[in-house]
């Protein structure tokens, strides 16, 4: 289906990032449709077995999927990430069963499994030059393409 304007898909961790963003994106983006696809976790730090490229690509899949679009349908494709707690010296992560997820305070994150939250944390930092590079790709492509859409 090609809708008659193009969408701008977000690729988000949940719920309330899409409740967050959602009023905000569609004020500032009006010429273009803004739908959300929701991954339930972070795409950059969880261990898929792919790299970011090839995790992104399934939620576009998906969202066609689930709605009837071709690739042809997106503007742009945006993964919104959270950075919390990536740069942060190992010593930082407190061991505390009494947290199930992690807790931030101003010097420490407490969690009852730390050494999984480093290694999550670790990959992120690792996958960050990807990012960089799949940016830059896209701002040539973006462009190109706001040049065409201009004429």
């Known amino acids: 289906m090609i809708p008659d304007k193009k ?8 719920f309330n990032d899409e409740t967050a963003l959602a009023v905000s994106l569609e004020t500032l983006i009006s010429t273009d449709h803004i739908k959300f696809e929701i991954t339930d976790g972070d795409v950059t730090s969880d261990f898929y077995g792919k790299d970011i490229a090839a995790r992104v690509g399934d939620c576009v899949r998906n ?4 709605y009837s679009y071709s690739q042809d349908d997106f503007a742009e494709v945006v993964l ?21 997820k992690p807790y931030y ?7 009852d499994n730390p050494d999984r939250l480093i290694k999550s944390h670790e990959n992120k930092r690792k996958n960050y030059p ?9 701002e040539q492509y973006h462009l190109a393409y706001t040049s065409s859409r201009a004429t």
């Open 63 to 66: 969202h066609c999927e689930k």
């Open 80 to 100: 919104l990430v959270d950075m919390d707690g990536v740069f942060i010296d190992n010593a930082s992560y407190q061991n505390n069963s009494d947290h199930s």
């Open 130 to 138: 990807a990012w960089y590079y799949y940016q830059k790709s896209f």
């Open 7 to 14: 969408i701008v898909l977000f690729i988000v961790e949940g």
């Open 105 to 111: 305070n101003s010097d420490k994150i407490f969690y």
